[in-house]
C-alpha cells in the first residue's frame, strides 16, 4: 500500500497549462502502474492518463496530444503535464496506483488513491 498526494492544481485560462503531481510515499513509484483520473461536477470520473508498470503509457482519446504523463524516480513522483487547457477540463483530479501490470482505466484495478487536486479552466 502507497500513499498519494496530490498538487499542482490551480485556475487557468482557457490555453494555459498545468502540470500536477503526485508524490508516493510508502514505496517506489517505479514498482506500480499509475494513472490519473478526473471528476468533473455531476459527472462520473473518468480516466485520462496511465503509465504501466513497465513503462507503457495510454491516454483517453479525447485528451490525445494535450497531455504528457511521466514518472519521476528521484523524486518519487507521478506527473501530469497539461496543455491548451479547455473549460470542460475543469474536475477534480486524483492519481491512482496499482501492484500489478495494469491494462485499463476500470478503477477496480487500482488499489490506492490520492485526494485530488482541483483544476478550474475559465474562459
Known amino acids: 500500500q502507497v500513499q498519494l498526494v496530490e498538487s499542482g492544481g490551480g485556475s487557468v485560462q482557457t490555453g494555459g497549462s498545468l502540470r500536477l503531481s503526485c508524490a508516493v510515499s510508502?514505496?517506489?513509484?517505479?514498482?506500480?502502474?499509475m494513472a490519473w483520473f478526473r471528476q468533473a461536477p455531476g459527472k462520473e470520473r473518468e480516466g485520462v492518463a496511465r503509465?504501466?508498470?513497465?513503462?507503457?503509457?495510454n491516454y483517453a482519446d479525447a485528451l490525445k496530444g494535450r497531455l504528457t504523463i511521466s514518472k519521476d524516480n528521484a523524486k518519487n513522483t507521478l506527473d501530469l503535464q497539461m496543455s491548451s487547457l479547455k473549460p470542460e477540463d475543469t474536475a477534480m483530479y486524483f492519481c491512482?496506483?496499482?501492484?500489478?501490470?495494469?491494462?485499463?482505466?476500470?478503477?477496480?484495478?487500482?488499489?490506492?488513491w490520492g485526494q485530488g487536486t482541483q483544476v478550474t479552466v475559465s474562459s
Open positions: 491512482a496506483a496499482s501492484g500489478g501490470l495494469v491494462y485499463t482505466f476500470r478503477e477496480e484495478f487500482y488499489t490506492d
Open positions: 510508502g514505496s517506489t513509484v517505479s514498482r506500480y502502474s
Open positions: 503509465i504501466r508498470r513497465d513503462g507503457e503509457i
